[in-house]
């Protein structure tokens, strides 16, 4: 921290804000983050709404802009239900992830919590969303605003046209498989979410005489077998195996309306616009927070704010980065807040203060004496598996008591493999970085074949890591939903993903709900 400057005249006192009081700890937190810290934001937003205001945010996934579905007055119930008798709480702050970068902050927060809430949203994650390789490949933060406007007229459209059960099974079908409607590689060009929808504007009746119906009527030989080339062949012509599920119904579907074809294609562009923050939670919070930290601090260290707004502010503070001992009763896994914060004060620490083992760890980074400049690059060139694999010390192993368990569900008991010493912490942190691993964490289904010129049967395969299975239930309502898109029966097989055997198949045959 920098020496004290109390200049001795307070942003505000007490505990109730207005704008103006908001106006000046903006102005003043702007000047910390960017001559201090030297953080590169989109222009900020910041909107103060009620708490139904912030419960409808919740449960239209934070977007301002969004269309109807069920599932979002579903959501909306239930919070509020669980917020009126006092058995959930609210989050202070919603940011999204646009230019202008809006942060939605609560009119039942005080004045020293707008005052945090700034500095973590608007600032915090604010630069993290412009400045990391993740978010820059994967989203358009000046386009999304625009195309969700465009995505909920089209959908209001659609349901005055075609109806609105029609319009809800097809939303219903594809939310079902938005965590399998995204690209995991990046593509050449970024995306632009203006252009999408100046394309769909240009698009007309998709082609479907290349699924003609009447060519799976025509008679072949009997006994004759496809011959292993034609299947290849065919595999490389439907670019096979895909994993973006919904990409390939939006473009392969047999028998979806033109509208339909576009609501998958909304969906599947919302999926992915989120897509990097699932990969990013722990370093998101953890900049975010650690940006908080340091401003709040600084702005008392400069008599901007009193001992009892500070005191106020690491209450909250202390609350959101604890973390049980797995041994807790509270105890529900690391929370992100807790490590990423952590990590981010450790990553400081070792650039200012090094130890011998820091040195042997992190040549480049001990004693580089610019904290701040190796935490913007680490902001923007790593996700959460990555960062932890680089960047997790000894020192805070040790500090936070890790070791790494063995649970086979075929063995009586859970084994320790790894603890905090010279032995365990290479294990330690590789186990741990698995664990923010998308690949690892989310199961791997690709549609791996389907002949158009035959019965057009859909196979879909997921490959088993470490023997765990889908639950039937959940697999064959999924599978129901692809087979109402793809408008016949589906297959999935479950193979185990080194030696390759099948394990388990699922089928389900096409209803005639979408097709109408």
């Not at 009892?308 to 503070?317: I, N, Y």
């Not at 807790?328 to 990590?343: Q, V």
């Not at 083992?357 to 004693?367: S, V």
């Not at 010493?421 to 289904?445: C, F, H, M, S, W």
Request: a negative charge; aromatic letters at 10%.
């Amino acid at each position: 921290m920098q020496m004290l400057e109390n200049t001795g005249q307070l942003i505000y006192e007490g505990a109730d804000w207005d704008y103006d009081k908001i106006k000046r700890a903006y102005d003043a937190i702007e000047r910390i983050a960017v001559d201090e810290m030297g953080l590169d934001t989109y222009p900020n937003q910041i909107e103060v709404i009620t708490a139904e205001q912030m419960l409808d945010a919740y449960s239209s996934i934070g977007m301002p802009l969004m269309y109807k579905h069920w599932s979002f007055g579903k959501h909306f119930a239930q919070d509020e239900t669980l917020y009126r008798k006092g058995l959930r709480g609210l989050a202070y702050e919603i940011v999204i992830n646009s230019s202008p970068c809006i942060s939605y902050i609560m009119e039942e927060n005080s004045m020293t919590m707008q005052t945090l809430v700034i500095a973590h949203a608007a600032f915090g994650h604010n630069h993290f969303f412009k400045n990391n390789n993740l978010f820059r490949q994967w989203t358009d933060a000046k386009g999304i605003l625009d195309y969700l406007e465009f995505a909920k007229t089209f959908i209001i459209k659609c349901e005055e046209r075609y109806g609105h059960q029609a319009v809800e099974r097809t939303l219903d079908a594809a939310h079902a498989l938005m965590s399998h409607g995204v690209h995991r590689y990046p593509r050449k060009q970024p995306l632009d979410l203006r252009e999408e929808q100046r394309r769909e504007d240009e698009r007309t009746e998709y082609n479907r005489k290349m699924y003609n119906d009447l060519w799976r009527t025509v008679p072949t030989k009997p006994g004759v077998k496809e011959s292993v080339t034609a299947v290849e062949s065919r595999k490389a012509l439907l670019a096979l195996p895909e994993e973006n599920i919904l990409y390939f119904l939006e473009k392969k579907a047999p028998r979806l309306h033109q509208w339909q074809r576009e609501i998958l294609r909304i969906v599947r562009r919302v999926a992915q616009y989120f897509y990097p923050q699932k990969q990013t939670k722990l370093m998101n919070e953890g900049c975010a927070t650690y940006t908080h930290y340091y401003i709040m601090n600084r702005l008392h260290q400069k008599g901007l704010m009193s001992d009892g707004a500070l005191l106020e502010f690491l209450h909250s503070h202390t609350s959101v980065v604890f973390q049980p001992n797995f041994d807790d009763p509270r105890f529900s896994g690391i929370n992100p807040y807790a490590i990423g914060f952590a990590m981010m004060q450790d990553i400081e620490r070792i650039s200012t203060q090094p130890t011998d083992e820091d040195r042997a760890w992190f040549p480049d980074l001990a004693g580089n004496g610019d904290p701040m400049g190796t935490l913007r690059e680490a902001w923007a060139n790593f996700r959460d598996e990555s960062f932890v694999l680089q960047y997790l010390s000894p020192h805070l192993m040790r500090k936070m008591r890790m070791f790494e368990v063995r649970n086979d569900a075929s063995e009586p008991e859970m084994l320790v493999e790894a603890i905090h010493n010279e032995r365990g912490y290479r294990k330690v942190r590789k186990a741990l970085a698995r664990q923010y691993d998308i690949g690892y964490l989310e199961p791997d289904i690709q549609i791996v074949d389907v002949d158009l010129s035959g019965d057009r049967k859909l196979i879909l395969q997921h490959r088993v890591i470490n023997r765990v299975l889908l639950d039937e239930s959940d697999a064959r309502a999924v599978l129901r939903h692809v087979a109402n898109l793809w408008g016949y029966e589906v297959m999935l097989v479950e193979v185990d993903a080194t030696t390759e055997a099948v394990l388990k198949e699922h089928t389900v045959s096409a209803s005639s709900l979408l097709l109408s």
